[in-house]
């Protein structure tokens, strides 16, 4: 019997986060990017919780968004944000999960945006 693509995209998802797991020490940092949006969460997997989380839906960010920021702007400005926010809480290192999607683009400019506000991956 042939595999479905469900199945074989349920099992790539396996394999991928089979070696990502956030500590309370070292919280996963999660990132979701649609077309037109990105988000972007520190989780603590051991107690299954939200710590910080930030997107492109900030009402700051709306409004680069309309004076014609780019959306890697957009994305490295959500990404500085979230490691702004979890530098003032505490928090400095992290585990990269960008949800078996290639490193580039979008979602690369949110991990240097991170980076640069010093949160370590």
Do not use: W
């Amino acid at each position: 019997m042939k595999p479905t693509p469900k199945k074989l995209y349920l099992q790539s998802r396996k394999r991928y986060f089979k070696h990502i797991n956030g500590t309370s020490v070292k919280l996963r940092l999660s990132v979701f990017r649609s077309h037109k949006h990105i988000y972007a969460q520190l989780i603590d997997d051991e107690k299954a919780q939200t710590l910080i989380a930030s997107s492109s839906l900030n009402q700051d960010l709306k409004t680069k968004r309309k004076n014609g920021f780019t959306p890697k702007e957009i994305a490295f400005c959500v990404g500085k944000n979230l490691g702004y926010m979890s530098i003032n809480t505490g928090i400095t290192k992290a585990v990269f999960d960008s949800g078996n999607r290639p490193y580039h683009g979008r979602i690369q400019r949110l991990a240097e945006g991170a980076r640069d506000a010093g949160l370590l991956f």
